[in-house]
């Protein structure tokens, strides 16, 4: 019997010359992901084979297919097919905290309820261009791809105070209000917004991984519905019946004429005006309709609302030698050596205090837009198999955590890039992701000053 050490993980298991590594790594609870169940039908569980390549099995022909297919190297092997005499040391692929959330889900249900007539707002939403998406990777890659999506839309929705009602194909609907909360109206364009900057934030992941533009468009409407669970017996769900549901689905079609990424109805507009800004208005006519409505396109919370409803603080700004800076923290809240990740609607900030003052840099790693820091905390359990985190050295370099690249804190410049890249570019076993080499970028960092005894920022 054979053993296996896996990375980052640090967990090593046995397995038997019957076993694929897809199975032993399940009986040793390591969570290796597979969309399509083991059956070579995605790359999902793709692992990169560091010590051991020998001993493993040749490549079967359903994943010689898959190889051929996404361009893998021989060190980039399918966990769900290749089987092995000897001892391996393997690296799982990128595992975030979305994979984490994915895999750990816990089940969730909602009390069946009779009818009953309620004031709701009505979330729609669809991702555009799937058709394109879709035909670009195999069925099992595009369920993935969906679910990291769908993962992060649908904890932003109930953090929100939403209920998921439905997931068609690409779409996805959510009603605010259902326990008759008075703020469900702000609260459903709060969610709107927060999910359109997630997918902001998981746009560089699928350039990366699948060379594919990534965004959704958002309906909102507010009006009178029926809830009330449908379904067979065992089977109940909780839904929304009227017209209110069909004029949001119309809403959120209507961003593909304007060329608009979220609006909302006049109806939800009426209530929600003061707490927020508009970008624009339309006046359209929705499908199945034969009267135009207007239309508008919201572009943030009022600052005041924001705080309120995301608990933030309002950031205090100054014009100072010719630049716009934030009021970020006291200069004594951080002891030297720590970081601070500041949430900001251009990106996320960390600020690092050195032995010498303050640094401050975009905390998206500049080649895979992958976080340098974990935004949350993560749980004792996930930060186990999470990628250490990325290091700040003596001389003001940061070393960042996904492919060891080194950049100067000060000028952003690369001191060291990816020193580990294969002759052609490519990562040693992530040859998928193409040549690196040619995409060096230096790291975005931000000026920093010390006055009044608070520490300020610039994020020009």
């Given amino acids: 019997m054979a053993k296996v050490i896996s990375l980052p993980d ?77 001892n391996l040391r393997i690296r799982r692929l990128i595992l975030d905290e979305t994979d984490l959330a994915m895999s750990s889900q816990l089940e969730r249900s909602s009390a ?55 997931f068609v194909g690409d779409g996805m609907m959510a009603i605010f209000g259902v326990d008759g909360q008075e703020d469900a109206p702000i609260r459903a364009v709060n969610a709107a917004l927060q999910t359109l900057a997630a997918v902001d934030r998981m746009k560089p992941f699928v350039a990366a991984m699948y060379e594919a533009e990534f965004d959704i468009r958002i309906g909102l409407h507010y009006g009178e519905a029926v809830l009330g669970s449908v379904g067979s017996l065992g089977h109940e769900r909780l839904t929304a019946i009227g017209d209110v549901v069909n004029v949001a689905s119309r809403v959120e079609e209507a961003n593909k004429e304007a060329g608009t990424r979220l609006l909302i109805s006049e109806a939800l507009h009426g209530i929600v005006e003061e707490d927020v800004d508009v970008l624009d208005f339309v006046r359209i006519r929705l499908r199945g309709t034969s009267e135009r409505m207007t239309l508008y396109e919201i572009g943030q919370l009022k600052p005041e609302v924001d705080a309120k409803l995301n608990r933030t603080v309002s950031r205090e700004t100054e014009h100072y030698a010719g630049r716009e800076w934030l009021r970020a923290f006291l200069q004594d809240e951080l002891a030297v050596g720590e970081n601070r990740i500041l949430d900001l609607e251009k990106c996320d900030v960390v600020v690092h205090r050195a032995p010498r003052g303050y640094v401050a840099f975009n905390n998206a790693c500049p080649h895979l837009r992958l976080p340098m ?40 410049e690369i001191r060291v890039w990816c020193p580990t890249l294969n002759e052609d570019g490519t990562p040693p076993g992530f040859e998928f992701a193409g040549d690196v080499s040619k995409n060096r970028s230096p790291l975005e960092v931000f000026p920093c000053r010390l006055a009044d005894g608070y520490v300020w920022i610039s994020v020009e």
């Fill in 112 to 166: 069946t309820r009779a009818g009953e007539v309620r004031n709701v707002t009505i979330f729609f939403s669809d991702i555009q261009g799937f058709t394109s998406i879709s035909e670009s990777l195999s069925p099992y890659d595009v369920m993935y791809l969906l679910n990291r999506y769908f993962v992060q839309a649908g904890e932003i929705i109930e953090r929100n105070g939403g209920y998921i009602d439905k």
């Fill in 10 to 86: 640090g967990v090593e298991f046995e397995i038997t010359k019957e076993d694929t590594l897809l199975e032993a790594a399940l009986r040793a609870n390591l969570p290796l992901t597979h969309a399509c169940g083991g059956r070579a039908k995605c790359s999902t569980c793709r692992v990169w084979v560091l010590d051991g390549l020998d001993s493993c099995l040749a490549r079967n022909d359903a994943e010689q297919e898959m190889a051929d297919r996404l361009g893998f190297g021989k060190e980039v092997r399918l966990a769900c097919q290749v089987r092995s005499n000897g």
């Fill in 373 to 412: 820091y974990d935004r949350l905390q993560p749980s004792q359990e996930h930060a186990a198999i999470l990628p250490p985190a990325s290091v700040v050295t003596d001389d003001l370099g940061i070393v960042c955590r996904w492919h060891q690249s080194c950049y100067d804190l000060h000028t952003g």
